[in-house]
Every structure is written in C-alpha cells, then in structure tokens.
C-alpha cells in the first residue's frame, strides 16, 4: 500500500511568513509524529499524536509552532512567523498502536517515515 | 532524560570491505529498543536493524548486525560486504517501552555519513 507521503517536498518562504506543512499517514495508523532534522542537531522529536490528541508535544520549540490533526488522519505542522532558524526537514512517521506484551517488554509499532518537506526560511 | 550519541560525523569504507558504526546510549529504563536507521540522499528513513534490550542474542539482517552491550550502553551496527548503495546517513535512535495503548517517540542521534568508494 502507499506509505507516508508529505507535501510540499520543498518550500521556500521568507522571514515572518507562516507556513503549513501536511502529512498523510499511512491508512489505518492511528498514532503520527513529528520530527525536525536541522544540520548540526540530528533529528529531534516535535510531537505525537495518538488518534487526533497530542498526548506528547514536548519537542515543539516555540509558541510559533503548532500542529493539528483532524479525522484520525491528516496532520499539519503550522509555523508561524518563520525565522531562519525554523530552516530544516521536516519528518512526519506513522505506526500502528497495538498493545500487548511480547517478551520482557510491550509490543513495538514500527514507525513508518515519510520524505519530508524541506523548509528553508531566507 | 534518554541521550544517544554518535561520536563519528563521518566515514569511508571501500566497497565489499566491513565498516562499524559506533553509538552510546545513556538511559535509565531497563526495557528499551534500539534501532538503526538509514537515510539515502532521498531522504526517506529506512529501518535497518532492531534490537530489544530484554535480548541478549545480537540482532542480524542479511548484511547487518549489532553488538549490543547493554552493562556499557553501547550499540554498534557492522557492515559486512558493504555496497554502493549503503552510502547515506545511518541514525542510531532509542525507543522507551510504550504504555498500554500508547506509543513512544524516537530519540536519535546526530547521525553518521557512510560514504563506500567504488
């Protein structure tokens, strides 16, 4: 089936401007995260979302950045005000949310990436 | 708070030679998952290698195998008959247990750059 797709690929905008970012995930994935990948930071963990609430948003870095995702599906990451510093790609996943215990441990949902968006704030 | 750790930024190996990649880890829990992820040029992550800290045995995936230390927190992925297409970069990341009907985020590393030379 399809994976996780993203849109735009790439996206250019200039300082003070908002933009949105969209991620679809993969059908039936009722958990999506958000991951930024900047140079020199790696990739760092933006926010989760477990059906359509956020029970983890630790990683947003600002008040600038928030995200939404409405029927279990679809999510945006909104970024308000850009400053050159929001310039990164962005990486959407998505996993099941089986439950249960395999081994020592509990059961593992594998999280499936998208290509991302590439933001570059001038 | 869990940190991964990726010394090297970069490395070459020749092509159908073997290459480690290094990664420490500092956690607190004692049932974690760590993973070894790729990125080619296209961006898209690809999972290469998983490994459940619960087991002792060494994960392997064809070309790919860990040495998992846990006592020393350490997590390294061996290349065996390294290919031109393995070039790209490879992320280490740690994994909390999830809770009941939860799911945990990825802590990753910065990331290495494997470059194999023809």
């Known amino acids: 089936g399809a994976g996780v797709s993203q849109s735009p690929s790439n996206k250019v905008t200039e300082k003070g401007k908002d933009v949105e970012l969209r991620c679809d995930p993969i059908?039936?994935?009722?958990?999506l995260y958000w991951y930024r990948q900047s140079l020199g930071q790696g990739l760092e963990f933006l926010i989760y979302?477990?059906?359509?609430?956020?029970?983890?948003k630790s990683g947003l870095p600002s008040d600038r950045f928030s995200a939404e995702r409405t029927g279990g599906s679809v999510s945006t990451l909104t970024i308000q005000r850009t400053q050159q510093e929001d310039s990164a790609v962005y990486l959407c996943?998505?996993?099941?949310?089986?439950?249960?215990?395999?081994?020592?441990?509990?059961?593992?949902?594998?999280?499936?990436f998208g290509p991302g968006t590439r933001l570059t704030v001038l | 708070a869990q940190t991964v750790t990726q010394s090297q930024p970069e490395m070459s190996v020749q092509e159908a030679e073997t290459v480690t990649l290094s990664c420490t880890y500092d956690?607190?829990?004692?049932?974690?998952?760590l993973f070894w992820y790729k990125q080619p040029p296209s961006r898209q992550m690809i999972l290469v290698i998983r490994?459940?800290?619960?087991?002792?045995q060494n994960a392997t995936e064809n070309r790919f195998s860990v040495n998992f230390q846990k006592a020393a927190k350490s997590f390294s992925l061996k290349i065996s008959d390294s290919q031109l297409g393995d070039t790209a970069m490879y992320f280490c990341a740690f994994m909390k247990p999830p809770p009941p009907g939860a799911n945990s985020k990825l802590t990753f590393g910065k990331g290495i750059t494997l470059s194999v030379r023809p």
């Open positions: 956690t607190s829990e004692n049932n974690y998952y």
């Open positions: 059908s039936g994935h009722t958990a």
């Open positions: 490994q459940e800290a619960y087991k002792q």
């Open positions: 996943a998505s996993s099941f949310s089986r439950t249960g215990e395999v081994g020592a441990g509990l059961v593992y949902n594998e999280q499936f």
């Open positions: 979302f477990q059906g359509n609430s956020a029970p983890d």
